[in-house]
């Protein structure tokens, strides 16, 4: 027997994970020729990955392709189960047996480690902390960052490096009216920080920022970017990188790099009193995090460049350069985290696979299949996940009829394993309720939402409805 277009018996697929390419793998496979029901799973009773507890929330606008997902989710097909963690409530094994295909998509959670002494010092703390603080997620909602320090070093220039130095150096009136957490604003409001430098290990051609995140670094009220003029200079290879037609945006960042070189120059004249400051440095690499009992200051080793155009690597030299400061954001990209019982590359922090096909011990894992950042690593925007999922799908319904050959129960049977755990699954109707609740209670506070940051409380919201999600087939 083999299901799917021309039979009533559906093809169930089970997702793990609702961040951006969660939703694309279901869209993609609702929209198929074939009848396929999905079922996502999620950790949090609230979905949205990353668009939820990574955009930061001065960024409103790049949440709207909620929307796209609600839709999604609303389907004819479609299954959420948040609240339920696969690898502690319902094992991989337990999903591929009940499921036609499984396909991984719980993103990258973890930090790269930087492996150098005082890493872990009170006051260093990793851009994934600060921004699941602020943005409210329940696993960080508890930490304590204590800003009452003047200098604050963030490691790495990407993205992420961007959003923590734009939310430290903001005027907290232009964060009120987003959705950012009120226990982090709360803390922002007092924060003492005056000075943010913000640290590559490579030059400013090689800096990973996109120009337009790099470009609103320059635009904050009541602060100045700057960059010291000398390291504006680049050498052959860099030059030739910049001068590459396909690689604009480092052109664009130069531009803005050069600027701030311009305001460095200007307020090394004028007055600059009651003004933050952000300080770009490049080809400075950390090699200690000193202190006593708390962050004192950060050693770095100065670089040089080496190697061709876009293959250039910092090399140390025996020159050091310290930056005195009290706090310390490590930024320098996320790492995917292993899953019991699918294979792993340790080095690369991602799950092997060929097109979305997971390969365990050189052959194909019956069924398995994995898209987003699991899959490629942590790169690209959220846009770059549609792609992604895309080329999963392909490889899944591609394999269908191999893996159709036998009936499957799908949501039912996952409902009916965890009936007897102690579990307490969401489904779409109950995130609903919670998502009223945080626009209803940010509407009073003239913010989009006010986020729940407690599981429990999420759970207490909905104490009053029937525990067992609707079993819709
Ligand atoms: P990223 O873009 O990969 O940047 C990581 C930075 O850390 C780079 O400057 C990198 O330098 C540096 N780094 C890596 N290892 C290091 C080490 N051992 N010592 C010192 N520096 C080190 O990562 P990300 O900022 O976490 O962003 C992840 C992804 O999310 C990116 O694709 C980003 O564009 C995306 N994102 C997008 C937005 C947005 O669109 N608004 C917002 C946030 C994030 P090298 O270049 O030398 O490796």
Avoid at 367 to 387: C, D, E, S
Wanted: hydrophobic content about 40%; glycine content about 8%.
């Amino acid at each position: 027997m083999t299901l799917g277009a021309d039979h009533d018996e559906p093809v169930h697929v089970a997702v793990v994970g609702s961040g951006p390419s969660g939703f694309y793998a279901a869209e993609a496979l609702l929209r198929s020729e074939w009848n396929t029901r999905v079922t996502m799973i999620e950790r949090l009773p609230t979905p949205y990955g990353l668009v939820r507890s990574g955009v930061a929330p001065d960024h409103q606008t790049l949440k709207s392709v909620i929307l796209v997902y609600d839709r999604i989710a609303r389907s004819e097909g479609f299954h959420y189960v948040g609240n339920v963690a696969v690898g502690r409530d319902i094992s991989i094994s337990e999903l591929r047996a009940n499921f036609h295909a499984v396909i991984l998509a719980y993103g990258a959670q973890t930090d790269r480690r930087m492996g150098i002494p005082g890493e872990d010092i009170a006051g260093s703390y990793t851009a994934t902390e600060f921004v699941g603080w602020y943005n409210g997620h329940p696993d960080y909602r508890d930490l304590d960052f204590d800003l009452s320090s003047p200098v604050a070093v963030i490691i790495g220039q990407g993205n992420v490096a961007a959003d923590v130095c734009r939310i430290l150096a903001k005027p907290i009136d232009d964060l009120r009216h987003s959705d950012i957490a009120d226990h982090a604003l709360e803390i922002l409001a007092e924060s003492k920080i005056e000075e943010i430098h913000v640290v590559g290990r490579r030059g400013p051609a090689q800096a990973k920022f996109t120009a337009k995140e790099l470009r609103e670094l320059g635009e904050i009220p009541n602060c100045i970017a700057e960059v010291h003029p000398d390291d504006c200079a680049l050498n052959e290879a860099s030059a030739a990188e910049i001068a590459d037609r396909a690689n604009a945006g480092a052109l664009k960042n130069m531009k803005l790099f050069r600027e701030f070189a311009e305001h460095t120059k200007s307020s090394n004249t004028g007055s600059t009193k009651g003004l933050r400051r952000i300080r770009f440095h490049f080809r400075l690499s950390p090699k200690a995090i000193i202190g006593n009992e708390r962050v004192e200051r950060v050693a770095f080793f100065r670089n040089r460049l080496h190697g061709p155009a876009f293959a250039q690597i910092a090399h140390p030299t025996s020159g050091v350069e310290e930056i005195d400061c009290g706090l310390v954001f490590r930024s320098i990209g996320y790492r995917g985290a292993s899953l019991p019982g699918v294979p792993f590359d340790e080095a690369r922090g991602v799950i092997p696979n060929e097109a979305g096909r997971v390969i365990d011990r050189g052959a194909y894992a019956h069924g398995l299949f994995v898209t987003g950042w699991i899959k490629r690593g942590p790169q690209g925007i959220i846009g770059t996940n549609r792609a992604d999922s895309l080329e999963t799908v392909e490889s899944l319904i591609a394999d269908l009829p191999a893996l159709t050959r036998a009936r499957k129960p799908g949501f039912k049977g996952l409902i009916a394993l965890i009936e007897d755990r102690d579990v307490r699954p969401v489904d779409l109707a109950e995130w609903l309720v919670i998502d009223e609740t945080e626009t209803a209670r940010g509407r009073a506070k003239d913010k989009p939402r006010e986020k729940i940051t407690r599981v429990e409380e999420m759970l207490a919201l909905l104490s009053q409805r029937p525990q067992r999600p609707h079993v819709k087939q």
